[in-house]
C-alpha cells in the first residue's frame, strides 16, 4: 500500500487501513517515546495515544508533510507534554508528602535500560539517559531522535519544524550540556 | 570526596549509545489499541443521546420561540376597523372571525 492509498483508506475509516498504519508506525512511535520517557508502560501509553490523535485527525492532514513526519512530531509533542505533566505532578507531590496512597514514596527515581543498547554498553547508557533526563526538551528531543531513532538532520527539522542547521545546533548543545554534567556526576 | 568520571569514561558514556537497536513495540499493541479505542467510539454515536446535549437543543430551540414571541408582539396593532373588516389585505395571519366573515358565517357554525 502506498502512502496516498494508506491516506485514502484512513480518510474512508477503513479497519484495515488503520491496522496497516498502526504496523507500519508501531515500532518507531513506540522507540521514540521510550527514548523520550524513560518508562515502558509510559511509553505505551502515549503510543496508543498518538494512533488514536492520528486516527482523530486524519481529516485535517493535509499532506504538506510526510506522514510519518506528522506522526513522529505527535509523538514527540505528546511524550514532551507527558513529561511536563509529570513533573508538575512531582512538585506538587514533594510540597505535600512524601508518600501516596499505597504508602509508597510519590517519586521513585528508577535507572532506565533501553533495550535495544548492546549488552557492554548497558551501564554506561543508564548514565547517559540519566544525563538526556536533565536536558531542556528541545535539546532532548533532538537528541534522541538522531541518537536512539537513528533519524537525519533533515528529517529532524521537518519534526521540529526548524532549520538543518538549529538541529546541528541544538545537538552540540545537548553533547556541551551532557559532558558537562557528566563531569559534575553523581551531583 | 570529588567522584568524578575520567575523560575515557564520559568519552566511553557519550558513545554508548553507538549499535543501538531501536525496541519493538510490545506483543498485541494493535489488539490492546483497539480495546482503548472502543470507548471513544461509542462515546461518539451516543453523544446525541446524552443528556447535556439534549438540554442544550431544547434550551436553544426554547430561546429560539422566546425571540419570535417577541418580534411578534412588537409589530404595531392595526386599527379596530381594519381588524373587523375582513376585505382589508394585512399582513397579519388569518384569524377565525375573519374567516367566519369572509364566509358570511358565524364563528359557531365554522366549527360546525
Same mark, same amino acid.
Given at each position: 500500500?502506498t502512502e496516498q492509498?494508506?491516506?485514502f483508506?484512513?480518510?474512508q475509516?477503513?479497519e484495515s487501513?488503520f491496522?496497516?498504519l ?5 515500532d518507531?512511535v ?7 520517557l524513560?518508562?515502558h ?5 502515549i503510543?496508543?495515544?498518538v494512533?488514536?490523535?492520528v486516527?482523530?485527525s486524519?481529516?485535517s ?13 505527535i509523538t514527540?509533542t505528546?511524550?514532551?507534554?507527558h513529561?511536563?505533566?509529570k513533573?508538575r ?5 514533594l510540597?505535600?508528602?512524601l ?7 510519590a517519586?521513585?527515581p528508577e535507572?532506565?535500560?533501553?533495550p535495544?543498547v548492546?549488552?557492554?554498553?548497558k551501564?554506561?547508557a543508564?548514565?547517559?539517559?540519566k ?10 528531543a533532538a537528541?534522541?531522535l ?5 533519524l537525519s538532520y533533515r528529517?529532524?527539522?521537518a519534526i521540529?519544524?526548524t532549520?538543518e542547521?538549529a ?9 556541551m ?5 557528566l563531569?559534575?556526576?553523581p551531583? | 570526596?570529588q567522584?568524578?568520571f575520567?575523560?575515557?569514561r /564520559? #568519552?566511553s *558514556?557519550m558513545?554508548s549509545?553507538g549499535g543501538i !537497536?531501536p525496541a519493538?513495540? @510490545?506483543?498485541?499493541f494493535?489488539?490492546r489499541?483497539r480495546a ?5 467510539e461509542e462515546?461518539?454515536?451516543?453523544f446525541?443521546l446524552r ?8 434550551? /436553544? #430551540?426554547? *430561546?429560539?420561540?422566546?425571540?419570535s414571541?417577541f !418580534?411578534t408582539d412588537?409589530? @404595531? ?7 373587523q373588516?375582513?376585505?382589508?389585505v ?6 377565525i372571525?375573519?374567516f367566519?366573515a369572509?364566509?358570511?358565517?358565524t364563528?359557531?357554525? /365554522?366549527y360546525e
Amino acid at each position: 500500500m502506498t502512502e496516498q492509498e494508506l491516506l485514502f483508506g484512513l480518510r474512508q475509516g477503513e479497519e484495515s487501513a488503520f491496522k496497516e498504519l498502526v504496523t507500519r508506525f508501531q515500532d518507531r512511535v513506540f522507540n521514540t517515546a521510550l527514548g523520550l520517557l524513560q518508562h515502558h508502560t509510559e511509553a505505551e501509553d502515549i503510543a496508543q495515544e498518538v494512533f488514536i490523535q492520528v486516527y482523530r485527525s486524519i481529516q485535517s492532514f493535509k499532506g504538506e508533510s510526510l506522514l510519518s513526519t506528522w506522526i513522529y512530531r505527535i509523538t514527540v509533542t505528546k511524550s514532551l507534554d507527558h513529561l511536563r505533566s509529570k513533573k508538575r505532578k512531582k512538585r506538587f507531590g514533594l510540597l505535600g508528602s512524601l508518600f501516596g496512597d499505597d504508602n509508597k514514596p510519590a517519586y521513585e527515581p528508577e535507572d532506565f535500560n533501553h533495550p535495544g543498547v548492546l549488552q557492554e554498553k548497558k551501564e554506561d547508557a543508564a548514565i547517559l539517559f540519566k544525563m538526556i533526563d536533565l536536558l531542556p526538551e528541545n535539546q532532548r528531543a533532538a537528541f534522541i531522535l538522531n541518537k536512539v531513532e537513528d533519524l537525519s538532520y533533515r528529517e529532524i527539522a521537518a519534526i521540529l519544524n526548524t532549520t538543518e542547521s538549529a538541529v546541528d545546533s541544538l545537538l552540540q548543545r545537548a553533547k556541551m550540556n551532557l559532558r558537562k554534567k557528566l563531569n559534575e556526576f553523581p551531583p | 570526596m570529588q567522584n568524578k568520571f575520567s575523560e575515557e569514561r /564520559v #568519552l566511553s *558514556i557519550m558513545e554508548s549509545f553507538g549499535g543501538i !537497536q531501536p525496541a519493538v513495540a @510490545p506483543d498485541f499493541f494493535y489488539t490492546r489499541l483497539r480495546a482503548k479505542m472502543q470507548p471513544v467510539e461509542e462515546k461518539r454515536r451516543f453523544f446525541m443521546l446524552r443528556p447535556a446535549f439534549i438540554t442544550a437543543t431544547l434550551a /436553544v #430551540l426554547l *430561546i429560539a420561540n422566546v425571540i419570535s414571541l417577541f !418580534q411578534t408582539d412588537k409589530m @404595531p396593532h392595526r386599527p379596530l376597523r381594519e381588524k373587523q373588516d375582513p376585505t382589508v389585505v394585512n399582513s397579519k395571519p388569518a384569524t377565525i372571525e375573519s374567516f367566519a366573515a369572509a364566509y358570511n358565517m358565524t364563528t359557531g357554525s /365554522v366549527y360546525e
